[in-house]
């Protein structure tokens, strides 16, 4: 089932989860959908989950996808060509979650930070056994841009051909928490700090048995930790 061109001037373009609700999307499509402000398909509140979509050209100014102020999974999903200023997919904040697991998040681009993922104020973000490749943004944070308390978890996940054009190819992480496991970085690259991960400002990083390889920045050719 498709769901294609619809547009929202304010919150989701597609659709508006209240605080309470619970919603599961299976086997569907979303294109083209966009909202001027917040969720180009989703303003989240509430509760929901995504299975085997295909999520493709959605647009908003925070959150291309989704813009959550509450509980988002993501299992099993294509995610590919949305567009934000922040967070190109999703727009995470104020201590609520997102999960994604066994995804691809392919040429997502951001104009501002984070070509994938915006996390702020104390939320949550976890990814696992997924691909994140050729994803780009034009300020930090390649594919994530992480602050303010925010707390990064990605295990078993895949990190190629990522760009930005300041700093953080793949993770740009002030004031926040980040945990990455089993994990490979590959050909990402940064025209400022951290070829993979710029860590700034009070940040915590832990890496367990992860892969650097070809990366490249002007300083910082893997990671730079400040």
Known sequence: YKHPDNYLNNHGGAFRICKGSD?????????????????GVINNRG???????????????????????????????????NTAIRGALIYNCNGHNVKISN??????????????????????????????????SKGKGGVIFNCNGGIIKTKKCNFRNNL????GSVIYNRIGELII?????????????????????FSISEINESQFMD???????AIQNC
Do not use: P
Not at 27 to 35: A, H, I, L, Y
Not at 184 to 199: R, V
């Open 181 to 201: 496991d089993n994990c490979e970085f590959l050909n990402n690259a940064s025209t400022d700090k951290g070829g993979t991960l710029f860590n700034d400002w």
């Open 103 to 136: 995804s691809t998040l392919n040429n997502n681009i951001s104009d501002k930070h984070a070509g994938v993922v915006y996390n702020c104020n104390d939320g949550i973000f976890e990814i696992i056994d997924s691909q994140l490749c050729e994803n780009e």
């Open 23 to 39: 919603l599961t999307i299976e086997n569907c499509k979303f294109e083209k959908n966009s909202s001027e402000e917040c969720g």
């Open 47 to 81: 509760k929901i989950k995504f299975i085997n979509c295909t999520l493709n050209s959605n647009n908003a100014r925070n959150g291309g996808l989704i813009h959550n102020m509450g509980d988002v999974e993501i299992i099993g999903c294509k995610l590919f060509n």
């Open 215 to 221: 990366n490249h920045a002007r300083s910082g050719g």
């Open 164 to 167: 930005t054009n300041n700093s």
